[in-house]
């Protein structure tokens, strides 16, 4: 009898199967986790939940609302930096190079500190939110301009050369051949890097933005209870970020499914 928990290489399981499979390494995760609480003695206590709901669900709402606004800001830096790093000027290649290496090649921590505490205070930018949104729209506008230049880079040369052949102008190149593409191929990744904005506005805590983590670290300033505070601060992400990552996934699938045609 085959095993119900085993697929043939390229085989894609069934929801069942999946799913049972799901359940089971969850359970395995779970258990573990929990056992090792036991071992260190460790009661959780979610009792803080009910007492402070309202703030957690407004920390939770401003980790959404600096991740969109993030993501389109971001969105509009990346664009220009991805046809600025193929750009015939090249001071304006070499800065758009410069800019996505310094900005992937630092961390996140880091950028923060400085840009709040030198830049921020120079060109008096003094609202926090205002600053954290700002920040982590450069720090991830570098990563969609790689997102979209490797995108632009997978277009097929042909399809352009037929575009021209058929008498299409720039534009109606532009409008009935890239810009569809680009959008079908860069969709998951985009999605992927809202899921990790998510995630990375976490760190704007350590400038007092009053988001999800700096909101968990409060109550639990106030509740003495770590434990049961940041078990609850990550489980919050995950039901942020899993639909997101979700998404990703099928929107991958559909790619796959288009370029298999």
């Given at each position: 009898?085959?095993?119900?928990?085993t697929?043939?290489?390229?085989?894609r399981?069934?929801p069942?199967?999946?799913?049972?499979?799901?359940?089971?390494?969850?359970?395995?995760?779970?258990g573990?986790?929990?056992?090792?609480?036991?071992?260190?003695?460790?009661?959780?206590?979610?009792?803080?939940?009910?007492?402070?709901?309202?703030?957690?669900?407004?920390?939770?709402?401003?980790?959404?609302?600096?991740?969109?606004?993030?993501?389109?800001?971001?969105?509009?830096?990346?664009?220009?930096?991805?046809?600025?790093?193929?750009?015939?000027?090249?001071?304006?290649?070499?800065?758009?190079?410069?800019?996505?290496?310094?900005?992937?090649?630092?961390?996140?921590?880091?950028?923060?500190?400085?840009?709040?505490?030198?830049?921020?205070?120079?060109?008096?930018v003094?609202?926090?939110?205002?600053?954290?949104?700002?920040?982590?729209s450069?720090?991830?506008?570098?990563?969609?301009?790689?997102?979209?230049?490797?995108?632009?880079?997978?277009?097929?040369?042909?399809?352009?050369?037929?575009?021209?052949?058929?008498?299409?102008?720039?534009?109606?190149?532009?409008?009935?051949?890239?810009?569809?593409?680009?959008?079908?191929?860069?969709?998951?990744?985009?999605?992927?890097?809202?899921?990790?904005?998510?995630?990375?506005?976490?760190?704007?805590?350590?400038?007092?933005?009053?988001?999800?983590?700096?909101?968990?670290?409060?109550?639990?300033?106030?509740?003495?209870?770590?434990?049961?505070?940041?078990?609850?601060?990550?489980?919050?992400?995950?039901?942020?970020?899993?639909?997101?990552?979700?998404?990703?996934?099928?929107?991958?699938?559909?790619?796959?499914?288009?370029?298999?045609?």
């Amino acid at each position: 009898m085959r095993n119900p928990f085993t697929v043939r290489p390229g085989e894609r399981p069934g929801p069942v199967k999946a799913a049972a499979s799901y359940l089971i390494v969850c359970a395995l995760v779970i258990g573990f986790f929990w056992l090792s609480l036991l071992q260190v003695g460790v009661a959780l206590d979610f009792g803080f939940v009910a007492q402070y709901h309202v703030r957690i669900l407004d920390g939770l709402l401003l980790t959404v609302q600096i991740a969109v606004g993030s993501l389109v800001a971001s969105l509009a830096i990346g664009l220009p930096v991805a046809v600025g790093q193929g750009s015939r000027i090249l001071p304006v290649r070499y800065l758009c190079d410069v800019y996505v290496k310094l900005m992937r090649g630092t961390p996140l921590l880091a950028q923060i500190y400085l840009f709040f505490y030198i830049v921020g205070t120079a060109w008096g930018v003094e609202n926090r939110l205002v600053a954290g949104i700002i920040i982590l729209s450069i720090f991830s506008g570098a990563y969609i301009a790689e997102i979209v230049r490797g995108s632009l880079t997978s277009l097929d040369a042909s399809q352009l050369e037929a575009a021209r052949a058929v008498g299409f102008t720039r534009r109606q190149t532009l409008r009935y051949v890239v810009v569809p593409q680009l959008v079908s191929r860069t969709l998951p990744a985009l999605t992927g890097q809202l899921a990790s904005m998510i995630k990375d506005s976490s760190l704007l805590s350590v400038i007092a933005v009053i988001e999800l983590t700096q909101t968990m670290q409060e109550i639990s300033s106030a509740t003495f209870n770590l434990f049961g505070t940041y078990l609850f601060l990550a489980g919050a992400y995950l039901a942020l970020t899993l639909p997101l990552m979700f998404v990703s996934r099928y929107f991958e699938r559909r790619l796959d499914y288009a370029h298999a045609d």
